[in-house]
């Protein structure tokens, strides 16, 4: 069990970010079914070359134990909570947060590629 603190502003910011998503709409029985089946499903490897590393790989909290490396310098343990707690790299979608600043970024090069033509 870990705890640890977070403040009000963010908590707020995580749960608007967690309602402009799909999941928001599901009920608490969905979202149980949702994690179960999410259980029962193996992990994957993110890419195939991560297998095969040395535990003098690992960054994780075992790093001074003989557990061989899984993949991103994790050990399968770790990697398992890094996969459960953030949905892992495949087949998720971009979070709220990347979206809005991808709008921004985008919004910005069309006005300087306005305001560059205009000059001309």
């Not at 969905?30 to 193996?42: F, S």
């Not at 040395?54 to 075992?62: M, N």
């Not at 707690?85 to 306005?114: C, H, I, N």
Request: hydrophobic residues 35%.
């Amino acid at each position: 069990l870990r705890l640890f603190h977070v403040c009000e502003a963010t908590l707020t910011k995580r749960l608007i970010e967690f309602e402009n998503t799909d999941s928001s709409s599901l009920t608490v029985e969905e979202l149980n079914a949702m994690a179960k089946e999410y259980e029962k499903n193996p992990v994957v490897l993110p890419n195939s070359e991560f297998k095969g590393s040395t535990s003098d790989d690992l960054v994780c909290e075992h790093k001074d134990s003989d557990v061989p490396c899984f993949a991103l310098g994790l050990c399968e343990a770790c990697y398992k909570d890094f996969d459960k707690l953030s949905g892992g790299f495949g087949g998720g979608l971009d979070p709220p947060a990347f979206q809005r600043a991808e709008r921004e970024r985008v919004k910005k090069t069309v006005s300087k590629e306005r305001a560059d033509v205009s000059i001309l």
